[in-house]
């Protein structure tokens, strides 16, 4: 079992920047990938990025490309997300996930790979 607590959420102007990070507790994290994922109000839950636990591959949705990077402490047991050039609509609660099992970029943006979910923070970016 792991759990997972996000943190770094807030409000902040478009253009501005926020770190997110994801602390997992319970054992030493020893699966396939972590990821981030988000859900803003009235959509689905959608993938933002993951990084595999075994080479560090990192993969990213188009719209966040080039403006979000994920990153992991291993000393930690601790991922990040570092987000800038925020805008309007990156406002969403954001999640962060641990994942088991098959190993695959397929996987890596399907929700439903992942077995563990933290609770979720808030990231509010005004116009």
């Known amino acids: 079992q792991v759990q997972l607590v996000e943190s770094g959420g807030g409000l902040v102007q478009a253009g501005g920047s926020l770190r997110l990070s994801c602390a997992a507790s319970?054992?030493?994290?020893?699966?396939?990938?972590m990821g981030w994922f988000r859900q803003a109000p009235g959509k689905e839950r959608e993938f933002v990025a993951a990084?595999?636990?075994?080479?560090?591959?990192?993969y990213y949705a188009d719209s966040v490309k080039g403006r979000f990077t994920i990153s992991r402490d291993n000393a930690k047991n601790t991922v990040y997300l570092q987000m800038n050039s925020l805008k309007p609509e990156d406002t969403a609660v954001y999640y962060c996930?641990?994942?088991?099992?098959?190993?695959?970029?397929?996987?890596?943006?399907?929700?439903?790979?992942?077995?563990?979910w933290g609770l979720g923070t808030q990231v509010t970016v005004s116009s």
């Open positions: 990084i595999r636990w075994s080479d560090d591959s990192t």
């Open positions: 996930a641990a994942k088991y099992g098959i190993s695959g970029t397929y996987y890596y943006r399907i929700a439903s790979s992942y077995a563990f």
């Open positions: 319970g054992r030493t994290f020893s699966g396939d990938a």
